[in-house]
């Protein structure tokens, strides 16, 4: 059974929205009708859009911002330039109002999930499996260039990409979609084992 949003996502840690959020940074960069950058010296890179579209692994691999806009939590990263206000309850109560929202981060997360070797597949991507039960179903199975993506990401004792990880998987739990979140955390965790606990253990105690 899902959990609920009380049982997993820590909401007190939430805070109260400001007038500088309204109608929310992170929303207006989720909205499909806005479209915002996140860094407005370069409006036609830093969309939503051209992120999830358009970046290669590479770009994915050498920017630092834009994960921070893509899955946005309550703590304040340790990185200061362009990063978004931490996750406050207005904009986390329009991510479970709005299904186009969630919609855009679950896709969010398919093209992270490609970038470090997996395919995702999800009944909203065909929506009627969803239409009918309700309930959207996951599954993640490793893309054909598994190997080589996950060593130069994630499947070594360190690397940057250890941080993106949790904060992937925490901010879908708290905007709605946990069945997608407990799926990444899953597949990863089993790909670790299976590949003989590569990552430093350290690391997966905070995953």
């Known amino acids: 059974m899902q959990a609920s949003y009380s049982q997993r996502s820590t909401p007190h840690t939430l805070r109260k929205p400001t007038p500088t959020t309204i109608m929310g940074l992170v929303e207006r960069f989720y909205d499909p009708t806005i479209n915002r950058p996140y860094d407005e010296s370069k409006p036609s ?20 911002e834009y994960i921070q806009w893509l899955f946005p939590i309550p703590e304040c990263s340790r990185r200061q330039h362009e990063e978004p206000p931490p996750l406050d309850l207005e904009t986390r109560d329009a991510f479970h109002a709005r299904q186009e929202l969630r919609d855009r981060i679950r896709r969010a997360c398919k ?16 929506e009627s499996a969803a239409a009918v039960t309700g309930i959207d179903n996951v599954s993640i199975t490793p893309r054909q260039n598994f190997g080589t993506r996950a060593k130069e990401t994630w499947l070594r004792w360190t690397d940057h990409n ?46």
């Not at 999930?113 to 597949?121: D, E, I, K, L, S």
Request: hydrophobic share 45%.
């Open 45 to 64: 890179h830093t969309t939503y859009t051209t992120i999830v579209e358009s970046w290669s692994d590479d770009e994915l691999e050498d920017n630092h």
């Open 162 to 207: 250890h941080l993106r990880i949790p904060r992937i998987i925490r901010s879908m739990r708290i905007l709605g979609l946990y069945r997608q979140a407990q799926a990444m955390l899953s597949s990863i965790i089993q790909a670790n084992n299976a590949a003989g606990w590569k990552v430093k253990p350290a690391i997966c105690v905070i995953w």
């Open 111 to 126: 093209r992270m999930m490609a970038f470090y070797g997996w395919n995702v597949v999800s009944t909203r991507d065909t």
